[in-house]
């Protein structure tokens, strides 16, 4: 146990490491390549998605390690700024200006983190399963979330000159993209991070990279050479939204969200303004409308697939129960309710076709007719549950008793019938006795304090050749069964020389 511990504990803290680690290069790659002037704000703040990841992965005890993360990710950048501004004691500054973004940006994982577990308590599911989830996703966890915490930022960051105040329009401006930029890092990352957890990305990333490198080129080479040919990208996203769903879709959008970004920030591409803001606008527009829709188509394939699933699910289970329903018919059909043996209607086609069979090529043939003796007292002194009780004992007994090839039927009543393919009168003799003795020494019913054995009179009959039909046939076995009973019962009667056998 004390092992299994160690070994957890160290997988946890190998994950917080990655985790870790991801948060702040991600974060660098927005700082270095994706910000624009005034204030060097990021124009897509992706480490906001790591932090709800971290959070998710790694619980409550993750909030002093996203602190760490956005610490270690901002007090450069404020280190440098203040150097630039002239500060006194830059590095002390830029120590304690440290403390409050990273607390803010914890505290912005935790709302969203809280957002996600409320989604989940309510609908007893993870988000992003549904078409409908869009909605909550982007306004519960990824814009609300960002809204409360830059507001608070940017406060932080004007108060301490590290965003300077020119007027309020361009503060409100700079504000809002603080906000977005930040819902689009949760926006971006998470659904990576949903698909990743629910196998699908493993599952498909493989697949999807022709696609992915394709898609890769062309905004490559929208940035650098050809605007227009970044129209290309959307059939792309298509065939990547059909085919590969969410993961795709999740791995597609971060591709084009980054490289649009870092095309943007280096005055490349078809959403560059005069003003930094307005190219900023035409940016996040661009990527928001493309990202909500190939979100919805992603997730519309998924519920459309879970929706094939369950449907095939369902076909497959109701074919069962046809199967099972048609089979049970069928014994219906062939087989006595009561004994569980063949039917009347059964044997008889059985029986027709040995019949065939037998006279192409003249094979033996012969049957039985069995009947209990004195069952009608049986019925009359203790009861009809008595007499089903008798029959189902002696069904017991001579199927215990039988060949594989034999065929056992309960003709109606307490009359059975046996058909013995290959079999001559003789041997049909001998296995008439045999059955009687077995019937007698091992058929006994208990009811109550009563103690009922079971005997039976059996008549033989071998297909002749003037034997016209199986009702002729099933004529002498008749009589030759009545004989037995005439002449004592208990016994096995032939029915051409109807000469009585012993009662061994």
Not at 14 to 27: D, K, N, R, S
Not at 291 to 298: F, I, N, P, S, V
Not at 465 to 475: A, I
Request: proline content about 4%; aromatic content about 10%; glycine content about 4%.
């Amino acid at each position: 146990m004390k092992h299994a511990l160690t070994f957890l504990t160290s997988i946890k803290a190998l994950t917080a490491l990655f985790l870790l680690i991801a948060y702040v290069g991600i974060g660098l790659i927005s700082i270095q390549f994706a910000h624009l002037p005034p204030g060097n704000i990021a124009i897509i703040w992706l480490a906001a998605g790591c932090g709800l990841v971290i959070l998710l992965e790694l619980g409550p005890l993750a909030l002093p390690l996203i602190f760490a993360a956005s610490f270690i990710l901002n007090t450069p950048t404020y280190y440098a700024s203040l150097n630039t501004l002239d500060a006194k004691q830059p590095l002390a500054a830029a120590l304690i200006l440290g403390i409050l973004p990273a607390a803010i940006d914890a505290w912005q994982s935790w709302m969203a983190a809280k957002a996600w577990h409320h989604f989940v308590e309510t609908t007893h599911r993870p988000p992003l399963q549904k078409p409908t989830d869009l909605p909550h996703f982007w306004l519960k966890i990824c814009f609300i979330p960002a809204l409360f915490s830059m507001v608070l930022l940017h406060g932080v960051l004007t108060l301490s000159n590290m965003i300077v105040y020119q007027d309020l329009l361009s503060n409100l401006q700079q504000m809002l993209v603080l906000i977005i930029g930040d819902t689009a890092g949760l926006f971006i990352i998470v659904p990576i991070y949903v698909s990743w957890k629910s196998g699908a990305l493993k599952n498909n990333y493989r697949a999807a990279v022709p696609y992915l490198t394709i898609l890769t080129l062309i905004v490559a080479l929208g940035f650098l050479f050809y605007s227009y040919i970044l129209m290309l990208i959307l059939p792309i996203l298509l065939l990547i939204a059909i085919r590969f769903r969410l993961a795709g879709t999740s791995l597609a959008l971060f591709i084009v969200f980054t490289l649009s970004v870092i095309g943007t920030a280096q005055h490349a591409g078809p959403f560059v303004n005069p003003s930094p803001i307005l190219s900023f606008l035409n940016l996040q527009l661009f990527l928001f409308s493309i990202g909500l829709t190939l979100h919805y188509l992603a997730l519309l394939q998924e519920l459309l697939s879970h929706s094939r699933q369950q449907l095939e699910a369902e076909v497959a289970l109701r074919t069962k129960a046809l199967a099972a329903a048609n089979t049970r018919l069928e014994e219906l059909a062939t087989t006595d309710e009561l004994t569980g043996v063949a039917n009347r209607r059964e044997w008889q086609h059985r029986c027709e076709d040995a019949m065939t069979y037998a006279r192409r090529y003249q094979q033996p043939l012969s049957i039985l007719l069995i009947d209990i003796d004195h069952f009608k007292n049986v019925n009359d002194q203790y009861g009809h549950l008595v007499g089903d009780l008798t029959l189902k004992e002696l069904c017991r007994v001579c199927n215990a008793e039988l060949r594989a090839s034999d065929s056992f039927a309960r003709w109606g009543g307490e009359e059975f019938v046996l058909l013995l393919p290959g079999t001559t009168q003789a041997e049909a003799i001998l296995a008439g006795n045999k059955l009687r003795m077995a019937v007698a020494s091992q058929a006994i019913v208990s009811y109550e304090e009563h103690t009922i054995r079971i005997t039976i009179s059996i008549g033989v009959a071998m297909l002749e050749d003037h034997d016209s039909s199986l009702d002729h046939l099933l004529n002498r076995a008749d009589q030759a069964m009545y004989a037995a009973k005439a002449a004592g019962r208990n016994q096995v009667q032939c029915a051409q020389s109807c000469s009585t056998f012993s009662r061994q």
